[in-house]
């Protein structure tokens, strides 16, 4: 079983900055890929980035170049470094693992069994 907890959500003006964390718990994190995935208000959850096992990365076409995604397997730990932030990117942001270990890093919603609650990023034009 994996837990997750997403933290450094906030309001922040377009162009600014914000980090994202999320804790894992659990031993099997270092072999999960993690992402981050994003939902705006009448919107379906959408993939934003991720992190294979071995530090491969993938991200959506929207945030390439803006944001980075990193893991910390020693503090069980993935981060979303978002910059250059425009309104369009204001979601609830979740961050998920994959059921299967040592996978690629995959945009597809449905290979993450994990998620957590989700943190509320809010970009002011």
């Known amino acids: 079983q994996v837990q997750l907890v997403e933290s450094g959500g906030g309001l922040v003006q377009a162009g600014g900055s914000l980090r994202l964390s999320c804790a894992a718990s659990?031993?099997?994190?270092?072999?999960?890929?993690m992402g981050w995935f994003r939902q705006a208000p009448g919107k379906e959850r959408e993939f934003v980035a991720a992190?294979?096992?071995?530090?491969?990365?993938y991200y959506a076409d929207s945030v390439k170049g803006r944001f980075a995604i990193s893991r910390d397997n020693a503090k069980n730990s993935v981060s979303l470094q978002m910059n250059s932030l425009k309104p369009e990117d204001t979601a609830v942001y979740y961050c998920?693992?994959?059921?299967?270990?040592?996978?690629?890093?995959?945009?597809?919603?449905?290979?993450?069994?994990?998620w957590g609650q989700g943190t509320q990023v809010t970009v002011s034009s």
């Open positions: 659990g031993r099997t994190f270092s072999t999960r890929t």
């Open positions: 992190i294979n096992w071995s530090g491969s990365t």
């Open positions: 998920a693992a994959t059921m299967s270990l040592r996978t690629g890093a995959t945009g597809n919603k449905d290979q993450y069994a994990y």
